[in-house]
């Protein structure tokens, strides 16, 4: 995913928190001014649904969380405060399950809730809000735990009771726990989308938002999967009478939309795991392509495709450009007497050496057999004839290594060829470096002869 996409994403969960932690505070200042119309609100007559108390300042906890998570320095805190939202949820889950009343012991504003409740009006946190309440919580400690997939789901099914609610409104039907606030439901929807946005870049949520081929197909699937079932819902909703609706629609609806998006999330984490494979094994492939196996050298293939763009730079700056043509001496002779696996640990020992002689901006190349070449950019004949000693010495020296004693001494010859100004074409240089390599071999071996050109 592209750097600007991941800020923007970023970005976007920091201001859904803010939004989610704007209506909580909005909700609680109503209690505590009294002013039953911001939990309770009513549009042209009709009602919006309650917002309990205990939701709102559960809401605020986890969202505030998430917003202090997105600090740099303060991400442990924030989720830790995320997660200790889930509290106040879950014993609304277990008052559900148990038939107890623990909830209201936690509950701010108590007075004005179990006034409303005696006087027979419904006012308790729903107990689809407690479980998106819950598992947005147990997101936040996923997201700790560094287990993001998880948390991804998680905060994917906290999505599913606010928007079975938002859907129940749509259709203008019921659902079987009951419907919840629409303050609620945004603000829920608010927050468990912030836990996703913070993780958009991990996991399920950076393929499916990468601008790959992939991440385009997913992305439409998404959109499709979303609105196609609640454009059919709501389609046969108008088709049928209200009293021939079926039972459970809402939930249905809910149930279908996450279920695709929970298969397209887990098909978009196993396309990336495909992409990364697919580019690491091209990448060694490539790698192989380019590299000598006996030696770890770069091949003969790589040094055909850099001489062209070494020699080109350095014609286009005028700076100077040295190849050396290095061949050990007597190297059939070795693997006549010692063997073909002593030749081979010889030309790896000589290798090292060389790789070791030269700076870190020059190319040591195995050119064929027992040939290394090296491209020494920048490089004047005055430093490139330095260097080639400088290999030539090192080569030769005995070594210190209890391996380097099991193995014969030899000796290197070395053609070196300058382009003075770059000016002269990469094939004319190669040549004049291999003229001075068999220069040096007429003239007795373990030596250094070289040439200048324009």
């Known amino acids: 995913m592209k750097a600007i996409h991941l800020k923007a994403v970023t970005r976007s969960a920091a201001i859904l928190c803010l939004a989610a932690v704007a209506i909580s505070l909005y909700v609680l200042g109503s209690y505590a001014g009294g002013v039953s119309a911001g939990w309770r609100p009513h549009i042209a007559g009709f009602n919006l ?44 889950v277990i008052d559900f399950t148990f038939d107890t009343d623990l909830a209201i012991l936690v509950t701010p504003f108590r007075t004005e809730v179990l006034a409303e409740q005696a006087a027979g009006i419904v006012n308790r946190m729903a107990i689809g809000a407690a479980a998106s309440i819950v598992l947005s919580s147990l ?99 108008r088709m049928l009478p209200v009293a021939e609706h079926p039972d459970a629609v809402a939930e249905t609806v809910v149930c279908t939309i996450l279920v695709t998006w929970i298969s397209i999330g887990m098909t978009a984490i196993s396309s990336r795991r495909l992409d990364i494979a697919r580019h690491r094994a091209e990448a060694e492939l490539r790698a192989i392509a380019r590299i000598d196996p006996l030696t770890g050298l770069l091949n003969r293939r790589s040094m055909d495709l850099s001489l062209d763009d070494h020699f080109e730079r350095a014609r286009s700056t005028g700076q100077p450009i040295s190849l050396l043509m290095c061949d050990l001496d007597h190297f059939k002779r070795l693997n006549d007497q010692h063997g073909h696996a002593a030749g081979d640990r010889v030309l790896r020992r000589t290798a090292e050496r060389i790789a070791a002689a030269v700076r870190d901006s020059d190319m040591v190349f195995r050119y064929g057999g027992e040939e290394i070449a090296v491209l020494l950019q920048d490089c004047g004949p005055e430093t490139a004839g330095r260097i080639a000693e400088k290999i030539r010495g090192s080569v030769k020296s005995p070594g210190r290594r209890a391996a380097d004693a099991a193995l014969p001494t030899v000796t290197i010859s070395i053609g070196a060829a300058t382009s003075s100004y770059g000016k002269t074409l990469p094939g004319k240089v190669l040549a004049c470096a291999d003229d001075c390599l068999y220069q040096a071999k007429e003239a007795g071996r373990d030596r250094v002869m070289q040439t200048t050109l324009a």
């Open 49 to 92: 649904g309650p917002t309990n108390s205990l939701t709102a300042i559960c809401i605020l906890i986890g969202a505030s969380g998430g917003f202090i998570s997105m600090r740099r320095g303060w991400r442990r805190l924030g989720l830790t405060v995320s997660a200790v939202a889930g509290i106040g949820a879950l014993l609304r």
């Open 139 to 237: 997101a936040s400690l996923l997201i700790l735990a560094r287990h993001y997939s998880w948390a991804q789901l998680c905060a994917a099914l906290a999505i599913g009771p606010p928007l079975a609610s938002a859907v129940a409104y749509l259709l203008g039907v019921d659902i079987q726990l009951g419907r919840m606030g629409t303050v609620t439901l945004v603000d829920l929807l608010l927050w468990s989308t912030a836990i996703l946005a913070g993780t958009g870049h991990r996991a399920a949520l950076r393929a499916i938002l990468s601008d790959s081929q992939p991440g385009h197909f997913a992305r439409h699937q998404l959109a499709i999967g979303t609105l196609a079932p609640l454009a059919f819902a709501s389609l046969f909703a």
